[in-house]
């Protein structure tokens, strides 16, 4: 699994003009499934969810993780992750989880998440989504569990 996380002042997702998800600061994620994927990858993704150090400490130093800055969560579905660049000019998403088994892994993430820490939000698997946010740096870094 691959998670493209953005440290946001606010985040939030829409689907047909309705509020599915919204955070203040904290981490954007935008989640990509890939066919060799599995619970022990999203449950790795999780722990560098939670405990990847992003956020400022006193010094101005990231330090901080998640749940020490007390951030929200944001799970966006985004199979466009696993696409295949590096040939042509039309990307390939032959490594991308069929969309079935997409949907179930991200689901199972969310649910992991919701579990763990109490400021998770989404999106809504397989919409049409429109995601505002906020970048706060900017920083952003892309994270995979393998």
Do not use: C
């Amino acid at each position: 699994m691959k998670a493209l996380i953005q440290r946001v002042r606010h985040a939030s997702v829409t689907v047909d003009d309705r509020e599915t998800g919204a955070i203040d600061h904290g981490l954007l994620a935008l989640v990509g499934v890939e066919k060799e994927d599995d619970e022990q990858q999203a449950e790795r993704l999780l722990h560098k969810l939670l405990h990847y150090r992003v956020f400022s400490d006193a010094q101005g130093k990231m330090n901080l993780n998640l749940q020490q800055a007390e951030g929200g969560l944001l799970l966006v579905s985004q199979f466009t992750l696993a696409a295949d660049t590096r040939k042509g000019l039309r990307p390939s998403f032959s490594s991308a989880a069929p969309p079935a088994e997409g949907e179930r892994l991200f689901a199972y993430l969310v649910e992991r998440a919701s579990a763990a820490w109490p400021r998770v939000a989404t999106g809504e698997f397989g919409a049409d989504m429109q995601v505002a946010l906020v970048n706060d740096g900017p920083v952003t870094f892309l994270l995979e569990s393998r």
